[in-house]
């Protein structure tokens, strides 16, 4: 795998990203994404989601499990402000409830089923114990899960959460996941909204920033468009099927991460690797550690 140990070799210079001193703290070490052992970062999509139901305490569990460096959260927020972990801004997927987040409080949501759908939709991984799962709000994340797992946070359709980024912010404070004695590494704030991302920066510009991009068509960026997005964001994610050697190679010459999504076949996983991506999101870990063992 000629890329791979490229790619090894050239992550370690580009996690030094970002010059310059925040405080008393260097801020290429604030921006240092925590790498695993071979620098490749295996970011488990919803949990372990190919596995259990996606956002839910039993997906994040299994993700931890199979060594995951980062659990992956979607945020919604509630009718009473609450950030949630969902990906839809609808509850009809992934529980028994129907209509919009935002039109339901904490309390409504709870009493939700947020596993039996995948039962019933993945019959080959059924199991009794994801009946009944309720959907978790952040918080009940971080209190489960605490410092010492890394958590990969998107702002889900910031636009129609006004004040989505101030509550963000708050609960990483009074969980201590941020600020200048806690490594920022232990969060990586993602989204497809530039703005979203921008106003999480002037909040606390010490929290690494990803910025997600979507192609319809084969992918192209320009140098122009990679310094806009290093203004504010330490890498970029895409949805890995329209990107080739060149575009990540492009990133990667522009000094930023690059984390495909949702890498779910082997196959896949390693030509990205090859290709010379930093990391990528999966709903099966475990598959992207067996390809990362079996690509040294
Ligand atoms: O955050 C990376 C990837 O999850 C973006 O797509 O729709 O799965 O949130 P989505
Ligand atoms: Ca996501």
Known sequence: ?????????????????????????????????????????????????????????????????????????????????????????????????????????????????????????????????????????????????????????????????PGMEEKLIEILNQYKLTGPNVPSSKVIVQSFSAESLKMVHELDPTIPLVQLLWYDTPAAISDAELEEYKTYSIGLGMNYNRIDEAYVQKVRQHELLIHPYTVNEKEDMAKLLDWGVTGMFTNFPDRLQEVIRESK
């Open 1 to 161: 795998m000629r890329g791979f140990f490229r790619n090894v070799l050239m992550s370690a210079a580009l996690v030094g990203m970002g010059s310059g001193m925040v405080g008393q703290v260097d801020a290429a070490e604030l921006t240092k994404p925590s790498l695993s052992e071979n620098k490749i970062l295996n970011v488990s999509h919803r949990g372990a989601s190919g596995y259990a139901p996606e956002h839910t305490l039993l997906a994040y569990e299994l993700g931890q499990q199979m060594k995951g460096d980062y659990i992956e959260v979607d945020l919604q927020m509630t009718k009473d402000g609450e950030l949630i972990a969902m990906h839809d801004e609808t509850l009809d997927r992934t529980t028994n409830g129907s209509g919009l987040v935002k039109d339901y409080t904490l309390e409504e949501i709870k009493k939700l089923d947020a596993g039996s759908w995948f039962n019933e939709r993945y019959p080959e991984y059924a199991k009794d114990e994801y009946v009944g799962l309720t959907v978790p709000t952040l918080e009940e994340v971080i209190q489960k899960f605490g410092k010492d797992a890394r958590y990969y946070i998107e702002t889900k359709s910031p636009e129609v959460y």
